[in-house]
DNA sequence: CGTTGCTTTGATCGCGATCAACCTAGGTGG
DNA sequence: CCACCTAGGTTGATCGCGATCAAAGCAACG
């Protein structure tokens, strides 16, 4: 109960309800971590949830510049969307067990439900702020505020300001928020310096002091 | 039909369809250019659907800095979310009839209706691609890069590469591109002096050379 | 015509990118 | 068990894009 997203190879704690059938349909797919699960332009007949690990979804531009767009965690689905191809790349960040269903069907049957539907456009609309959160921050925060806000978000993930866990590496952030390698882990050593957060290994890390995290989320430079 | 998005006191030409009940119910509410919709943290209680003219949401910081997350132009609805309370704050660009609907009524006639269900998910769906394309362009790509796309969408929109209107303020552009007022007019100067677009007034203007505005997007600074 | 708000242009500054080493942990083979 | 290798992470020096500060242009309105 304390370690929400612990993940690793370890079941589904909670028991599926008696299974619709779009569930019974399902098949399972393992993943390592760094494989691809689909690249952007391939024929979207499935889509997934992750049932254990962890991974990321981005594009790539022209140039080789990434864009981290989003990371799943357990129990969120992702690879849907009103295209029949997939619009961007999916990748595990960690080993990673997906629940895979027919894109067509599931689609079907979410339709059909107003139970499934009305989960779906909750879903849907949680993520819609969840990316407008993002857009934000990187047309309009600083960088330290960024990568402030980024733990913050990370902490209450994992329900816990101690021994907050970084699935993802540092280049994944920098893709995520928009920065370099370099700056992230500069910005992080100057936080570790002021006493802000701590942090044994490179990717796990506590947050002593929320309230200052809090107040360089928000833009105050000082303290 | 040339002036798709033709914005103002005109009524609108499409008939409606043989309304269900969701739309009987629904009021319309008129905006002046410039007033607000409704405030971030507002009750929820109404949902909106722009029928004549132009709107924003936006977000503002605690130091003032505000994002532009979307533009709402004819037909496209706005104000609804997981949320009881808007997350963001809306406001009219160009006087505005709006049709609205009571937010609990809506949703539950959306659930109910697997035909509506689906609409909505797909506008969710599309609404979603299109924040992450936003995310992209923030992100990784140039000032240049993006007010170019951001050229290229306004007048996919408008379906036209002459006479492309720009309802927003440079304003409303900077803060929706990350960027602020001064640099939106100095890249907009620029691809006027190399010809690639070309305006009369500040409102308006034309896309000579569509192939060198698609290849500042994709980042090619030359030319 | 003067006022007001938006737009444009110019000069300078600073944040975060870039380029370049170096460090560290984890894995491999002798 | 240690020496080596490698990938990811950290630190330092410098550069340049876009922000900031400042002022002037310009169009719509009374």
Redesign the interface.
């Known amino acids: 109960m304390a370690a929400l997203q612990a993940r690793l190879p370890m079941r589904n704690p909670v028991p599926l309800q008696p299974a619709p059938t779009i569930e019974t349909a399902s098949v399972i797919r393992r993943v390592k971590a760094g494989e691809t699960i689909y690249f952007e332009g391939d024929a979207a007949t499935c889509c997934y949830r992750v049932v254990t690990g962890f991974a990321k979804e981005y ?1 790539i ?3 080789g ?3 981290v ?1 989003d990371f799943y965690g357990i129990g969120e689905m992702f690879g ?4 029949e191809s997939h ?2 790349t999916a990748e595990a960040i960690t080993d990673c067990t997906l629940r895979c269903f027919q894109r067509d069907a599931w689609l079907h049957a ?3 439900s ?1 139970d499934l ?2 989960k ?3 879903t ?6 969840r ?2 959160e ?3 921050m ?4 600083s960088a330290t505020a960024r990568m402030a806000l980024f733990l913050m978000r990370l902490a209450e993930e994992q329900n816990s300001e101690q021994d907050v866990r970084f699935p993802m590496s540092r280049q994944d952030i920098g ?4 920065l370099t390698i370099e700056t992230v882990c500069r910005i992080l050593t100057d936080m570790k310096r002021r006493g802000i957060i701590t942090g044994s290994t490179a990717r796990l890390f506590s947050i002593p002091d929320m309230d200052a995290l809090g107040l360089l989320a ?2 105050d430079a000082s303290i």
Request: hydrophobic share 35%; aromatic share 2%; no cysteine.
């Open positions: 594009s531009l022209e140039d510049k990434r864009q767009l849907i969307s009103q295209s619009l961007h979410v339709t059909a107003p539907s009305q779906f456009m909750n849907l609309m949680t993520r819609l702020h990316s407008r993002r857009l934000t990187l047309g309009r925060m893709d995520h928020l928009g928000h833009g």
